[in-house]
T-cell receptor, first 108, second 115 residues
């Protein structure tokens, strides 16, 4: 079993829809990261969370440490949000472990 | 622009060859991380340097080595290349090495194709 599980693997939405991507992990962690990988391959760090909730523009990330679960929400989705979203965790004293990613396609 | 610079962006080489990938971290960042992203394995941590010293090692093959220089740039050396080494290699940097300083900034990646 992978230490980091993301769902769904693929997601297609219409422009304007509210989107949720989920991440579950099985180990104790010191932080959780949400990353965005564009079609060209570049990776952008969206959030680093150790508790609670963070918001940046139309993106919201939440984490529940007790349940070992995090969600990434995108409000009013837009075609430019189309990308792969990757959850990664920092287990204590160990380096990042990555989920397999969620391919998001937002149609106009 | 993350401020992390990786060169080359693309590299095509043959099996058995050796290549060097270069990374310049964001100004002020002391930690450099190397990651490999292949189609079948996804993203995997290879190695971390902090202020010139190796800090952590992940799934890095013995044919691969890395170093961080006094000016904090880092190089990843891949030798005796095999077809399976074809992948995107990412460098990331962060201010420090502790949990609180681990926001990561990624470079655009170096795409290696081994023929």
């Amino acid at each position: 079993k992978n230490e980091v599980e993301q769902s769904p693997q693929n997601l297609t939405a219409q422009e304007g829809e509210f989107i949720t991507i989920n991440c579950s992990y099985s180990v104790g962690i010191s932080a959780l990261h949400w990353l965005q990988q564009h079609p060209g391959g570049g990776i952008v760090s969206l959030f680093m969370l150790s508790s609670g909730k963070k918001k940046h523009g139309r993106l919201i990330a939440t984490i529940n440490i007790q349940e070992k679960h995090s969600s990434l929400h995108i409000t009013a989705s837009h075609p430019r949000d189309s990308a792969v979203y990757i959850c990664a965790v920092s287990p204590a004293a160990r380096q990042l472990t990555f989920g397999s990613g969620t391919q998001l396609t937002v149609l106009p | 622009d993350s401020g992390v610079t990786q060169t080359p962006k693309h590299l095509i080489t043959a099996t058995g060859q050796r290549v060097t990938l270069r990374c310049s971290p964001r100004s002020g960042d002391l930690s450099v991380y190397w990651y490999q992203q292949s189609l079948d394995q996804g993203l995997q941590f290879l190695i971390q340097y902090y202020n010139g010293e190796e800090r952590a090692k992940g799934n890095i093959l013995e044919r691969f080595s890395a170093q961080q220089f006094p000016d904090l740039h880092s190089e990843l050396n891949l030798s005796s290349l095999e077809l399976g080494d074809s992948a995107l290699y990412f460098c990331a940097s962060s201010v420090g090495a502790t949990r609180e300083e681990r926001e990561l900034f990624f470079g655009e990646g170096s795409r290696l194709t081994v023929l």
